[in-house]
């Protein structure tokens, strides 16, 4: 009875005395200057780079609008079938991830009549520079927070049994679970106090600078991200304390915990691509190149001769209806294949990708898409939004064609001819696409996945840590 | 009694568990990434295979001068799997064209097919022999002398006739002893892996490449037990030590190289690519004008007969009236030496886009150089031909000759000659449209006229004219130019000399800082407390 009384505050005491350890531990105070240097620094930088950025894009999108504008000043078939690039621009909560979106696809290729296509364009990447990551929060989080969870569990059991103090703990009347459960604790608590702290620093600097307006978008982000950062923190620890009780000395636990380090950051997300072609290989696109152009010829040479005739001068000339007929049987068929195999390379690379959440800190990074809309699932939106942008182009194309009485109506997807209206058109009518930010159900479900999947780590780390803990010889 | 310590100290860690996981560690990290690296490589070797294949095809079947443009494949460098650089972002070909100037590598960046997979980083053998060999460098002098103060034999060992240097000698040389293996063993492992791999063929130039990189990281390694050893002498109890140790390392190794790149971006600024593109579109403006300008003044008669037209006005045609040719001369004569004045009026825009990249990439490189481990992969990019410099010389070679190719052109007076958009011979051209009525339609049209009748007949039905074939009209019939006498480029590889003036610097650099380290920890250890 009386044992049971005292529990709460055992805990309580360990709790307390594990953090002041911990606050007043050397490597904690270095560890505090890093974070918070890096939030500093990081943010400034960053606010530097999306002026920059936004800058360069709203100059290159004007110009864009302003060709765009002349195409429908001049001729508005040219207009529909000129390929047009979508390109996307800076995200406004780029401080808490960038989710790589420098090596995602960013650029997609479109006309009225079809979505071709997209690439990884990095327009405003210098080629010659190393590739790297950005400093923002989650680069923090992946990168320093990771490694200092580690370095700060290591030596809490195999340190105190070198010290003997763990027997000594051992002979108050504590359970074990509390004393692991203190010592874990604590350490999340310092270290989230510490995030925290470079969180609110950072959100001021961005506020004062004027760069941020706090709406419920970005606060909710921000709490997001915080949730999710005490998870990873959480199942860092966690790890670190496993390699803690799985010696007795810490310096062999110190080089688990390291190792373990390198194979989660380093290991696991830089073999991905190995793994994504030895077990889901796609089409070489030079052969899908080869299926095209085969396909191509024999399309081509189905038709009567005469098909590529063209005389600007004779809309109604029966040549041009075989001419767009042909076009429109060759875009039909280009938009089979390659729609297929992009839906293989998407495939390819989300099971690639699935592989690599075995990995906590892949794991958070891919998180971080859901919390920002970013990377993936932002080109995903947009891919899919372009589709639906399309057929709304193409309908107001041929509604507008459909008006004009000098126009044969035989629409042809590629050329700038006369089979369709020539007429200019008033830009202020023409649909233009503009991206929209995703919405709370799309990554709603997102969220939950990873959520979930950090949080069975914890559980499953946790489990063997106790079951390790409670059986090992204190001595 | 150096050696003595030395091999104390040697005997010491090789039974040690430390010992044991770090080379469990190398075991595991090298092959791993030397197999990733090598998937990658022979990728690259595929894609070029096909585009040198479909390169060579394409300019041997070129029948016409405009369709003379090159393209330069370079072969990726075998000793891209030791170190990528950046050679993975660009493209490997270069396409030469008249209207513009080769600015960087086009073609599939990567050799990879699926873009997506781009956000996989794929590290190198460079970054994890750095990433290793520091942490080991680190762990394994840690406690060299903080370790033997706690345990008090520090003092029992000063108590004997020995000079404090030669014990601080002899420790460094024991732990170099020590993880000396491991670091053979890591290059030996590489080498065996990639000796049983088919598609892998090392140049003399290459090994000695392979030889300095591995010189240098024994530098790079002794800097890192160097700076162990300092924060050991400086720290009070072995664990405070090697966790700044381990700070230090993550400074280097993981957030500098990040932040000396980002901190470029932000200080120098450069613009899209497309944004370089519409300025070219812009610039492109004016001789389309002028292009206008020459057309007006000339009559195209029935232009196309058949006729093909391309990007960089690759042109050709055959079958058409001499008069229509003759057009098409004059034109080319008066056209393409204002593309090529053209190309070099892009060039300052292009150029001024350049420099900017360059300029950026200095100040990335200079800030790096606060981080040892980075100037170590800079030299290893350097040596292996993938750093940006290297690349760049080979675009600058790729400039070089389309210039020889230029002059040759010009001093052939080829864009002034039928050769340049015809295959066909010049007394072969037919002279009048009825000639011509009369041939494709097998004589049942005999001029213009008949021919007109005969639409207005079948409703503007213009099938007659296809009813027979005109043989001179049919530019697949025509056998290949001869190109022979063209200038042929042949810089495809790098050669290691030009590389190691480059590497002066990083050399003078991280010997500079392990000098004055070694300086730092000879003071400390001669004002080492050992109470």
Known sequence: MKTEKIKPSVFKDLFIKETHLNLMNLRFQVAFIIIITMFVVGTFFNIKETIDKRDTYNKYYSQWLEDMKQQAGSNSTSLAVLYKNFIQGPRNNSFISDCKERFMPDLIVYNAYNVYGFDVKSSSNNPLLNSFDEINWSFILITVISLLSLLLTFDSISGEREAHTLALCFSNPVSRVQVLLAKWTSVLTVLMATVMLGIIISLLILVLKGQLVLNNNIVGSVALFFSFALLFTSLMSIIGLLCSSFSSNSNVSLLYAISLWLIFSIVVPNTAVLWADKMYPVKYSNVVDEEITRKHKEIIDSYPNGKFFSDRSEPFHPYHKIRATMKMDLMRNDKMIIDAYIQDLRNQFEKSRAITNISPVSLFGYSMEAITGGGYLRFQHNWEGLHTYQDQFLKWFKAYDAKDPKSPHWHNPWDNDVTTTTKPVKFEEVPIYTETLLSGSERFTKIAFYAGLLMIYIFIFFYICFIKFVKSDVR | ?531
């Open chain 2, 1 to 531: 009694m150096i050696w003595r310590i030395a091999k104390k100290e040697f005997s010491l860690n090789l039974l040690s568990r430390k010992f044991a996981i770090a080379l469990v560690l190398c075991l595991l990290l090298i092959p791993v990434t030397i197999i990733v690296s090598l998937d990658n490589y022979n990728s690259l070797v595929r894609t070029y295979q096909i585009d040198k294949e479909r390169a060579d095809k394409e300019l041997k079947a070129a029948r016409v001068y405009s369709a003379v443009k090159p393209i330069l494949v370079f072969p990726p460098q075998p000793l891209s799997i030791f170190c990528q650089g950046v050679s993975n972002q660009m493209g490997h070909s270069v396409k030469i064209r008249l209207g513009e100037k080769t600015l960087l590598g086009e073609g599939s960046v990567n050799g990879r097919d699926n873009p997506l997979l781009m956000s996989f980083f794929s590290i190198d053998f460079i970054h994890v022999l750095a990433i290793l060999i520091s942490l080991l460098g680190l762990i394994f002098s840690f406690d060299l002398f903080s370790g033997e103060k706690e345990n008090g034999t520090f003092k029992l060992l000063l108590s004997n006739p020995v000079k404090r240097s030669t014990v601080i000698i002899g420790k460094i040389v024991g732990v170099f002893l020590s993880l000396a293996p491991i670091l053979i063993l890591c290059y030996i492992l590489s080498i065996l892996i990639l000796f049983f791999s088919p598609k892998v063929h090392f140049s003399i130039a290459d090994w000695l490449g392979i030889l300095t990189i591995f010189v240098a990281s024994f530098f790079f390694m002794a800097f890192f037990v160097a700076l162990g050893l300092l924060v050991s002498l400086k720290s009070r109890s072995s664990f405070n030590g090697i966790v700044v140790s381990l700070f230090l390392w993550l400074w280097f190794l993981f957030v500098w190289p990040n932040i000396s790149v980002y901190a470029s971006q932000s200080l120098v600024r450069t613009e899209m690519l497309d944004q370089l593109q519409q300025a070219l579109r812009n610039c492109e403006k004016d001789m389309l004008t002028k292009k206008e300008e020459i057309t007006k003044n000339l009559h195209f008669y029935n232009v196309c007969w058949n006729c093909n037209d391309g990007e960089d006005e690759y042109r050709e045609v055959a079958g058409s009236l001499r008069r229509t040719m003759e057009e098409q001369r004059r034109f080319k004569e008066q056209y393409e030496p204002i593309r090529l004045a053209y190309a070099d009026k892009k060039w300052q825009l292009q150029r001024a886009y350049l420099d900017n990249l360059n300029k950026q990439e200095r100040t990335a490189r200079y800030i790096s150089f606060f981080s040892p481990s980075e100037i170590f992969s800079h030299l290893g990019s350097m040596l292996c031909g993938t750093s940006a410099i290297s690349q760049q010389i080979l675009y600058e070679r790729a400039r070089n000759y389309r210039e020889t190719l230029v002059n040759y052109f010009v001093q052939n007076k080829i864009f002034a000659s039928y050769k340049y958009f015809t295959p066909q011979a010049e007394s072969t051209f037919l002279n009048t449209w009825d000639e011509q009525i009369n041939i494709a339609s097998c004589g049942e049209c005999k001029n213009g006229k008949e021919f007109e009748e005969w639409k207005r007949k079948h409703g503007g039905s213009i099938d007659i004219i296809y009813r027979c074939l005109y043989k001179d009209g049919i530019l697949e019939n025509y056998p290949p130019l001869n190109i022979s006498a063209l200038p042929i480029f042949n810089q495809y590889s790098l050669s290691i000399t030009s590389s190691f003036p480059l590497i002066l610097m990083e050399t003078t650099v991280i010997l500079t800082l392990f000098l004055i380290l070694l300086a730092m920890v000879y003071k400390a250890s001669i004002l080492y407390d050992v109470r």
